[in-house]
């Protein structure tokens, strides 16, 4: 019986937490489809579907052309044709362009300088001037990157051809072919959006149950029940990796079946990474209210960490990017780990067990996290019992 | 004096006291502007700053052509030549096993093509799953081709197809700049509002002090009204600190501050007004706080705070135009970069004081009903 003791201690926990939750609406809710839906619906929003979206394609931009030479016709054709500005507008003067601009109805004036085609032939380089309203965030890097990406296959002496490869007759280019799956801002922003609501949803889940257990009273009956510590732990984490599968379930479903996603890895890949982001927040969780904190701090904690994340772990900014302190930073926050795993296995299709170092240092972060959890709450425990 | 605003000024002060009185919601309403203006300097000072982006080579040409571009390569301040490489399958596999983020392979024939007046191409592979880091790798090689070629223009009188490109903002800012403290003031003035609220409300329901207080003579909406009060008192607080951590930082405010102080008042008023609305649902103060936690990250793409609403797909264009809090950013960018007046932003007012007029008396009127 003694070797029962521990499974049904366990089950006992798990159906104890499922109990508590069945029985709030608001948490089922908020939980499982509020967040969930909302982060990936906004992602859907924000990102367009599964198809790469170029931004500035519904821009409208003036088009000045001072030069009225064929190579500034053919530099509009350019432009045109590399569908990066569906809304190129001709007909507008340097002065109108300018006065329209920070009102709304242009967002950027491209405009071509007289003398810009005697330039060219005269083997100096062309200038063209960008306007960008900049009160509009976003809108000058954007156009300006456009603008640069689309002059680097200019030919103003021979027939525009639309094929990535430009033959210039005459002139020098070097055209820098570009290799490498291309992603849509969706896909690449699913592997954001699943890791933040499984860190959101659970770490509120774990810290915040227990910190309001605490503030309820039940906590300390819990500890000095004759339910083992482990037990509690894993009665718990087992609880949350369910609630986490019918959540990982609703991102991708959304993503699968609303946006079109295509997933460049099997199920249960992309669930072991889930898993793995799961226990490493659960672990934390536990961490953290094993300290002993209340849950208007939980709740201060959890926003930090969101940023956190957000700032340091890749979820916006490669960590190949970083150098000082955010650097190290980010080198030992074992969540950019998780969530490289996840962007290397969904997206370039990376067999799990091939990213050895990543897995190694979030396998040592969860078992550091639920080590130290177990300590404090066995120091927790013996503090009551005294 | 008139009862309505004799109440809500005693709401309003007793509020502030307990502000005062509580200190840690009172450094978190200092804190947290600070540590999202750090977060934010580190994210931007990573893309102005020069990184050393891994990347491999593989130069298949040999020439002196190919290995100036090398050379060109070697000394950009964006990536850094991990490795030289003997072959493309080498290079690629480099890329793949996630030991570089880019590898650049010049082909055979690259120098003599150049000198000859024709199109040499070199091919640039990337970790695309590296957003942020591939990018710049394609940007640094496209800019080191450049460079290239100007220097073998100089060398050699090879003819050459080049255009410049100049930016000029309208408001003569750099476009790499702080394009994002207007919306950051934004969304901390959201992020503030919706804090307030749950200070004000849900807290108080949770201390049982809210009936006592609903069951004074005073009214509904002197109660509302001096929570409002001294909700917009610390967003000017709130308002002022961000503004001058920002002028610390360099930032030339183009317009009216009043007007500034104008526009996140509203902006406050609509969120702490759908905060309202959002507690008579949800009673629980932590549950409240992680629900619009929750509504307020995806806020910085869909609100204006970092990227303009028309540079969204047609669903998200919608979406942002449709939420108030879009008309608030787009009001704060144009007063503090353009130094737009009244007259300008009036349809952006407009919008955010109609929302507050739809949203605030349906707050009050869901919040009678739950009581």
Redesign the interface.
């Known amino acids: 019986m003694s070797g029962l003791k521990v499974p049904r201690d366990i089950l006992a926990v798990v159906s104890n937490e499922l109990g508590v939750f069945r029985r709030n609406r608001?948490?089922i809710l908020?939980s499982l489809i509020?967040?969930p839906f909302?982060?990936t619906v906004?992602?859907?929003?924000?990102?367009?579907?599964a198809a790469t979206?170029q931004?500035?394609a519904?821009?409208p931009i003036a088009f000045v052309d001072n030069d009225l030479s064929v190579a500034s016709g053919r530099?509009y054709e350019t432009l045109v044709r590399s569908e990066m500005f569906n809304r190129l507008i001709q007909g507008y003067r340097e002065d109108n362009a300018?006065a329209a601009?920070?009102?709304g109805s242009i967002?950027a004036a491209v405009v071509i300088p007289k003398g810009f085609q005697d330039r060219?032939m005269h083997?100096q380089?062309?200038?063209?001037?960008?306007?960008?309203?900049?009160?509009?965030?976003?809108?000058?890097?954007?156009v300006?990157s456009a603008?640069?990406?689309t002059?680097?296959t200019?030919?103003?002496?021979t027939e525009i051809t639309t094929s990535a490869?430009?033959?210039?007759?005459?002139?020098?280019?070097?055209?820098?072919?570009?290799?490498?799956?291309?992603?849509s801002g969706f896909a690449?922003g699913l592997?954001i959006t699943m890791s933040?609501v499984i860190v959101?949803a659970t770490f509120?889940e774990i810290a915040?149950g227990m910190s309001?257990e605490r503030e309820e009273g039940t906590y300390a009956r819990l500890l000095v029940s004759p339910v083992s510590l482990g037990a509690i732990m894993i009665g718990k984490t087992l609880y949350d990796l369910g609630l986490n599968f019918v959540r990982v379930i609703v991102v991708l479903g959304l993503a699968i079946y609303v946006y079109g996603v295509r997933l460049n890895t099997d199920f249960v890949t992309l669930l072991a990474g889930a898993v793995l982001i799961a226990l490493l927040t659960m672990g934390f969780g536990l961490l953290i209210s094993s300290l002993g904190v209340g849950?208007?701090?939980?709740?201060?904690i959890?926003?930090?960490l969101?940023?956190?994340l957000?700032?340091?772990s890749?979820f916006?900014?490669?960590k190949?990017?970083?150098?000082g302190i955010?650097q190290i930073i980010a080198t030992y926050l074992p969540w950019s780990y998780g969530i490289e795993i996840l962007?290397?296995t969904i997206?370039?299709g990376?067999p799990l067990l091939s990213?050895t170092s990543q897995l190694q240092f979030v396998g040592f972060s969860i078992v550091l996290f639920y080590a130290l959890s177990y300590i404090f709450l066995k120091l927790a425990r013996e503090r009551l019992l005294k | 004096m008139n009862p309505l605003i004799r109440d809500s000024t005693a709401i309003a002060k007793k509020d502030l006291k307990q502000l005062r009185r509580d200190p840690l919601s009172l450094a978190l309403t200092i804190m947290f502007p600070i540590l999202l203006i750090s977060m934010f300097i580190v994210i931007s000072g990573a893309f102005r700053d020069s990184h050393a982006v891994p990347i491999v080579i593989a130069d298949q040409d040999g020439s002196a052509q190919s290995k100036m571009f090398i050379d060109e390569l070697t000394v950009s301040k964006l990536i850094r030549v991990a490795q030289l490489v003997q072959t493309e399958e080498r290079a690629l596999e480099t890329v793949q096993a996630g030991e570089a983020i880019g590898s650049v392979v010049i082909p055979k024939d690259f120098g003599n093509k150049l000198l000859n007046g024709r199109a040499a191409f070199v091919v640039l592979q990337t970790d695309n799953s590296k957003v942020t880091a591939s990018f710049t790798v394609i940007r640094a090689v496209a800019d080191k081709s450049r460079e290239l070629l100007n220097k073998l223009n100089v060398q050699f009188n090879v003819r050459l197809v080049s255009v410049d490109v100049v930016p000029r903002p309208v408001s003569g800012r750099p476009p790499n700049g702080d394009f994002i403290l207007p919306g950051m003031l934004g969304l901390i003035t959201i992020l503030g509002g919706f804090d307030d609220a749950v200070n004000a409300i849900t807290r108080e329901r949770e201390r049982g002090t809210f009936t006592r207080l609903v069951l004074t003579p005073m009214n509904l909406f002197s109660i509302y009204g001096g929570k409002m009060a001294a909700a917009l008192v610390v967003n000017a607080m709130r308002t002022a600190f961000v503004l001058m951590i920002f002028v610390f930082n360099g930032l030339v405010i183009q317009g009216s501050i009043l007007l500034i102080f104008l526009i996140t008042s509203l902006i406050s008023m609509f969120t702490m007004s759908l905060s309202m609305m959002m507690s008579s649902r949800i009673q629980s103060s932590a549950t409240l706080t992680i629900m619009e936690i929750a509504i307020t990250f995806p806020l910085f793409q869909l609100s204006g705070a970092f990227s303009a609403p028309e540079m969204l797909p047609a669903g998200g264009r919608a979406i942002s135009r449709a939420l108030p809090w879009t008309w608030g950013n787009e009001a704060l960018r144009r007063v503090m970069y353009l130094g737009l007046d009244l007259n300008a932003i009036s349809p952006d007012i407009l919008v955010l004081v109609v929302s507050i007029m739809i949203f605030l008396p349906l707050a009050t009127l869901l919040s009678k009903r739950t009581m």
């Open positions: 608001s948490a908020i509020v967040i909302f982060f906004s992602l859907g929003a924000g990102q367009g579907s979206f931004p500035t519904a821009l530099l300018l601009l920070g009102k967002y060219l083997n380089p062309g200038t063209i001037i960008v306007y960008v309203d900049d009160g509009a965030p976003g809108v000058g890097n954007a300006l603008v640069n990406a002059v680097q200019y030919n103003p002496s490869y430009v033959e210039v007759a005459g002139f020098s280019t070097i055209q820098v072919v570009l290799k490498g799956t291309r992603f690449l592997t933040l959101f509120y915040g309001r849950l208007r701090a939980v709740v201060i959890e926003f930090f969101i940023l956190f957000f700032a340091f890749g916006i900014l490669d190949e990017l970083m150098k955010p962007k290397r997206l370039s990376t990213l």
